[in-house]
């Protein structure tokens, strides 16, 4: 399996600007996660669904930060307009959740935003 | 609520020396799940290990060890005769088993490990 694809890997833009993250989650798997990694805050989780459905976007920021997942093989991230302080690696994760286990998530390799 | 301290912000040993790497955790749940991750300097995060509430044997892979005490909440990772790959952020997770998925990471430590 490729594992978890996000793209674009790096993206610089202007604020203001609309910015689209993009996540393939590993083939089977009901859970997706958004994170997003800075100095000062650390690992945070943004929101997460399954089986397409967002179950807690408590970890939104605030209405900027808007995620979809319409299909099980597909989610994206969308920040309306960005600012600089948005600027952080995001991470998009997925798992497999058997019933009663809780099974590890897997991550991709990050989107590095850079707003300026 | 639920909370993970990773005390140790930062760590460097020498190669070859052993490091032992703290987390301790906080959760009412009867029932929960405590992980390990690696995020090299590439910056991905690679899943080491996963254990359970009610198992609370050590784990041994290779040169890594885990050891998880629920009497003091801890679940401490171990690296023997440790190496210049080694050199990464750990972090220690928590997952609850209230129906929830959700993880809650420790503010990682980061480890270098000096040729």
């Known amino acids: 399996d490729a594992g978890v694809i996000q793209s674009p890997r790096h993206e610089v833009t202007e604020m203001g600007q609309e910015v689209t993250l993009r996540c393939k989650p590993i083939?089977?798997?009901?859970?997706l996660f958004w994170y997003r990694q800075t100095m000062m805050r650390g690992l945070e989780l943004l929101i997460y669904?399954?089986?397409?459905?967002?179950?807690?976007d408590s970890g939104m920021p605030e209405d900027r930060f808007s995620a979809k997942m319409p299909n099980a093989s597909f989610s994206t991230l969308k920040i309306q307009p960005s600012e600089p302080r948005d600027s952080a690696v995001y991470f998009c994760?997925?798992?497999?959740?058997?019933?009663?286990?809780?099974?590890?998530?897997?991550f991709g390799p990050g989107t590095r935003l850079t707003v300026l | 609520a639920q909370k993970v301290t990773q005390a140790q912000t930062e760590i460097s040993v020498v190669e070859k020396e052993d490091v032992t790497l703290d987390c301790v955790y906080e959760t009412r749940d009867t029932t929960y799940y405590l992980f390990w991750y690696k995020q090299p300097p590439s910056g991905e995060l690679v899943f080491l290990i996963r254990r359970n509430s009610f198992d609370e044997q050590n784990e041994i892979s290779g040169r890594y060890s885990w050891n998880f005490q629920k009497s003091t909440s801890s679940f401490n990772f171990t690296i023997t005769a440790s190496q210049v790959v080694d050199s990464a952020v750990y972090f220690c997770?928590?997952?609850?088993?209230?129906?929830?998925?959700?993880?809650?990471f420790g503010t990682g430590t980061r480890l270098k490990v000096l040729a």
């Open positions: 994760a997925s798992s497999l959740a058997l019933s009663r286990s809780y099974n590890e998530q897997f």
């Open positions: 669904f399954n089986n397409n459905v967002p179950i807690d």
């Open positions: 083939s089977g798997h009901d859970y």
């Open positions: 997770a928590l997952s609850g088993g209230s129906g929830t998925y959700k993880y809650i």
